[in-house]
């Protein structure tokens, strides 16, 4: 069995999935919040609890909100910011008696499709994550590529590529920059760039449904989205040149996005034209329990 785990700031999910990657036992509860001990415990209990349910034991996958650096084995970067600066992974294994492995959400995203998902059968993925932020992720022949930083696949942390004058020096991030691709390309860089342009307030979703109205305001603010989201994927094909990428969250729900991201993508890239197949996530909300799951994958010995 493959146990995964997903930590969200306000709700942790467990499931556990069968070799062929169907659903044994699924599980929710509230996370402690501001309580790194009380999370460790909840973590575990759920793990055990699966395992009682469903009499057998299993790997232990967790998705948390945050990376893990390799040569300290320390959480940084996490919203649920508790867990910073503690060592979640070897806590976790001590207190399950096994190897626990940890991912952020669009590496378990990534490789939940790359397992059992839209980019099942493909060597080099790129996940990304498209919703209220913008995360990515890169797996290679089923395994998360982490980084000794923890930080392979950090692409919406990136500047936006070959911007122009009215977008220097771009949109305050959270991160401490500007202008990085998660200002412009998440459902709330969306929402910012069209109040921008026409001083409306609407949220992603609804400048999205706007535009599939007919509201010619809303259909040139996804246009300005796809143009950027195809200079920002450019340059990870440039770099990484995956088998496919993969587009998980709110916005990858946006039909329109695929054949106009892709169109003007092959314009972009050095010396013009990629095969590059651009997929939608098949496994919505489950992807981040999954992918945890599947952080051992199936055919490896745990
Ligand atoms: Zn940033």
């Known amino acids: ?28 509860i509230a996370t402690p919040r501001d309580d790194y001990d009380g999370t460790v415990a909840a973590i575990a209990g759920l793990v055990r609890q699966i395992e009682t349910e469903t009499h057998r034991v299993g790997s232990v996958g967790v998705g948390i909100p945050g990376t893990i650096v390799a040569a300290t084995g320390l959480v940084k970067n996490a919203n649920s910011t508790w867990l910073n600066g503690r060592s979640l992974q070897v806590d976790l294994g001590r207190v399950l008696e096994r190897e626990v ?23 080099v993925v790129f996940g990304v994550i498209v919703g209220t932020g913008c995360g990515g992720g890169v797996v290679v022949n089923g395994r998360v590529l982490a980084g000794p930083n923890g930080l392979a696949g950090e692409w919406g942390h990136t500047p936006l590529p070959w911007a122009t004058g009215d977008e220097l020096p771009g949109p305050e991030c959270y991160c401490g920059k500007r202008g990085c691709m998660e200002t412009w390309i998440s459902g709330t860089g969306l929402a910012k ?9 609407l949220r992603g979703e609804e400048i999205v449904a706007a535009a599939e109205a007919g509201d ?11 143009e950027r ?21 709110g916005l990858s ?15 972009l890239v050095f010396g013009g034209g990629a095969d590059t ?25 745990s």
């Open 101 to 123: 492995r940890c991912a952020n959400d669009a590496n378990c995203m990534t490789v939940s499709e790359a397992t059992d998902g839209a980019a099942k059968g493909f060597g």
């Open 229 to 249: 989201m195809a200079r920002g994927l450019a340059v990870v094909v440039n770099v990484l040149d995956p088998d496919v990428i993969v587009l998980g969250g």
């Open 216 to 226: 010619a305001q809303a259909v040139a603010a996804l246009e300005r989205l796809e």
């Open 253 to 267: 729900q946006v039909e329109r996005i695929y054949a106009n991201v892709r169109e003007r993508l092959c314009g």
């Open 277 to 301: 197949p651009i997929v939608r996530a098949v496994h919505g909300d489950a992807s981040g329990v999954r992918g945890a799951a599947w952080l051992w994958n199936p055919e490896e010995r």
């Open 193 to 201: 760039d069209f109040a921008r342009v026409t001083g409306r307030s």
């Open 1 to 28: 069995m493959r146990i995964g785990v997903d930590l969200g700031g306000t709700k942790i999910e467990a499931v556990g999935l069968n070799a062929t990657g169907k659903e044994l036992r699924r599980l929710r």
